[in-house]
């Protein structure tokens, strides 16, 4: 075992700042993690509460878009800043944890419309400002102990790593023959976990029992509904907590292993000669990809080998307490397309040519998502200011295309430009009261050439211009965050 400080941060090293200390320990968990896989950690909740983790955590919970969104008790990190202090409410919180008396409170329930005008909606679970901290502190300590152990087929809020690494695995993959796919959802993935089978799965490399108990206080916290009343939770971690992705990710990761063990040292696809004799064999070869609860399995191999994989993975799933979506889960061909994370994957025939390749394109619903922003922005009934309007505008284009950039999408992003244009010229004659030949004489050149819409010298961003690059796969090559530092 690796003689190094106790994890638990005794030396105080006065001269580090808060992040550099944290970063430290960190790397430390991570190395004793990553060298030993059956390591049990023990002391690990001095960390927790030590005010350099507690002053990171803030910081970070302060950092996120949720800052103003209060919890049950009503506060903000605006309202801890200005009527508490950050020094006074990190110590109170500090001094809560030590003496034991420091408990959840239960989240708040708020329900936001699903993506694609489904009608269905996603439950949040929006913790207080005082819980945030506290599973902030709980991530920095736990994250680098599980990345260690965490498989690189898993993408889905992770450090480093992001959802184009998913799509790009899934599209070299079916580049080399991987054309059979499970497609599959999880159906409601984050309600339904079942939290013995999550403890036991922290309980692998966590020993201290202060660490679990306090895991364990926010898993059963509970709920309080948008009606008032209190719920409380037997299963699931609730979507909107900082702890919830890694608690998810550690519980899904018996299916990375299930599904990825044959890829490792000695398995049997572990070496492309191995795979190679598998399919001589007549025997199929399978990749997971997974992004959080979205996943999917390639497999080299015909339809009936992926219904078996099918019929594994939800005996895999089925003692964490999930299952697979009848109505959504489905196998299909590379070549009928799949829409993963956005993306729409598809084998298909290079126009012009007799040769085939796996392209990414950008799928249907994010298309028609964009659509509806730019719709509701532009309504004529709409009361906002066209320099606010166009500030929102440019905003949700420039974020969309620099996610979709990386897809088959010039003309795509040409017709969005066109339709972008056109609606916000339209509202303009309509607020206006111009006719088409206002709109000519405020936005036509000299010479003929049409000049960006603008209001206040705020100008709408032309998303056509976006360069359309390809994204590399990396592989292997993803770093750690906790790799270490070399001064020389």
Not at 110 to 120: F, L, M, Q, T
Not at 267 to 290: D, Q, Y
Not at 321 to 340: C, N, P, Q, Y
Request: aromatic letters at 8%; one cysteine or more; charged letters at 25%.
């Amino acid at each position: 075992m690796p003689q190094d400080a106790p994890p638990n941060g005794s030396a105080p090293g006065q001269g580090q700042s808060s992040w550099l200390r944290v970063a430290g320990m960190q790397a430390k968990l991570h190395r004793w993690a990553a060298a030993d896989s059956g390591r049990r950690f023990d002391d690990l909740f001095n960390f927790v509460h030590d005010p350099a983790t507690l002053k990171v955590a803030f910081d970070r919970v302060a950092g996120n878009r949720g800052a103003n969104t209060p919890g049950v008790d009503g506060l903000t990190v605006a309202d801890v800043e200005e009527a508490i202090g950050v020094p006074g409410f990190l110590d109170g919180l500090r001094e809560s944890l030590k003496d034991g008396s420091f408990m959840p409170l239960p989240v708040r329930e708020r329900k936001i419309p699903k993506p694609g005008g489904s009608g269905k909606v996603r439950k949040l679970g929006i913790p207080t400002i005082a819980d945030r901290v506290v599973q902030a502190a709980l991530k920095l300590v736990l994250e680098p102990i599980f990345e260690a152990g965490f498989l690189p087929v898993s993408y889905g809020f992770r450090p480093m790593r992001r959802a184009h690494d998913a799509v790009a695995e899934v599209q070299r993959f079916g580049t080399k023959g991987y054309r059979w796919v499970l497609d599959a959802d999880i159906e409601a993935c984050f309600d339904t976990i079942s939290h013995p089978a999550l403890m036991d799965r922290v309980r692998a490399r966590v020993k201290d029992k202060r660490v679990l108990a306090l895991v364990k206080a926010f898993l059963k916290a509970g709920v309080l509904t948008e009606l008032g009343d209190r719920e409380d939770t037997w299963t699931g971690t609730p979507q909107g907590g900082i702890l919830s992705p890694l608690l998810a990710n550690i519980a899904l990761s018996v299916l990375d292993e299930h599904a990825h063990g044959p890829w490792l040292a000695g398995g049997t696809m572990s070496t492309p000669r191995r795979r190679a004799r598998r399919r001589a064999k007549g025997l199929p070869n399978w990749r997971i990809v997974r992004y959080a609860d979205d996943f999917v399995i390639l497999v080299h191999g015909t339809s009936d080998d992926t219904e078996t994989l099918r019929e594994d993975i939800a005996r895999v799933l089925a003692p964490l307490g999930l299952r697979l979506s009848e109505a959504k889960t489905r196998i299909a061909h590379m070549s009928e397309g799949l829409d993963f994370l956005g993306f729409r994957i598809q084998w298909r025939r290079k126009r012009g040519t007799s040769k085939w390749y796996v392209y990414t394109f950008i799928g249907d619903r994010p298309i028609r998502s964009l659509k509806d922003k730019i719709r509701a922005l532009t309504s004529r009934t709409s009361q906002q200011p066209p320099r606010d309007a166009l500030i929102r505008l440019n905003q949700i284009m420039r974020g969309w295309a620099n996610y979709f950039k990386h897809a088959v999408c010039k003309h795509t992003l040409d017709a969005l430009e066109n339709f972008a244009w056109h609606r916000v010229i339209r509202w303009w004659m309509h607020l206006r009261r111009w006719r088409w030949k206002d709109v000519r004489r405020h936005l036509a050149g000299p010479h003929g050439r049409w000049r960006r819409p603008t209001a206040d010298g705020i100008e709408l961003f032309n998303i056509a211009k976006v360069p359309v690059t390809r994204y590399r796969y990396r592989g292997s090559k993803i770093p750690s965050p906790w790799a270490p530092v070399n001064h020389a």
